[in-house]
């Protein structure tokens, strides 16, 4: 399996049984570009929101918040959210609740670490379509229409995450003056007005990671 896959993931883990998530995390954790605990589904709420990790690991019976409880909030706030229900109960109507929620994977206590690992890493189809790798450590996640740099947030504008699908959607990856005008003002806009955007949309981001491809328009530097 991609190694290399791995260490782009940021998980979460909400998980109040403290040796086990000790465990988990001293086994599998270093595979991850990080690996963060929660030990309640409200605390895991409040830092998946923090974080914006790539997957979610609950436990099921938490004080505060149910790891279900959670996971429901999680799915308003992104839908595509992949979140995998750790239980050490097997009754039929919470692996129903956990269907229902729209969880990927469920595993019932006692289980392998490796098990674990084993079934992110067979994911790797389902986020490498999610998330788009650009050169100098930015990635940008299609489905949260978001920036990061090394894994932190970069805000910007919903005019230039527009701007960034726009150039990934083309085949080619260069995009020119007017395709960019007419996709993402509905008004007339003067080149002097689209040169400013550029320049700011660079300096939030960087020089390297937007290439201007003269006499044809721009280009994103994909990784």
Known sequence: MCKKFLKELKVLLVEDEEKLSLLLKDAIGDSFYSFSVANDGLDGLEMFKKISPDIVITDIMMPKMTGLEMAKEIKKIDANMPIIILSAFSEADKFLGAIDVGV???FIKPFEPDELLEYIESLQNIFESRVVALTHGFT?????KSLYKDGRFVALSKRESQFLELL???SENIVDDLTIKKNLWHEEVRDDRLRTFIRRFREKTSKELLRNVKGQGYQIEIA
């Not at 940008?140 to 949260?144: E, G, L, N, V």
């Open 104 to 106: 990927v994977k469920y």
């Open 140 to 144: 940008f996640s299609k489905t949260k």
């Open 168 to 170: 990934l959607k083309s």
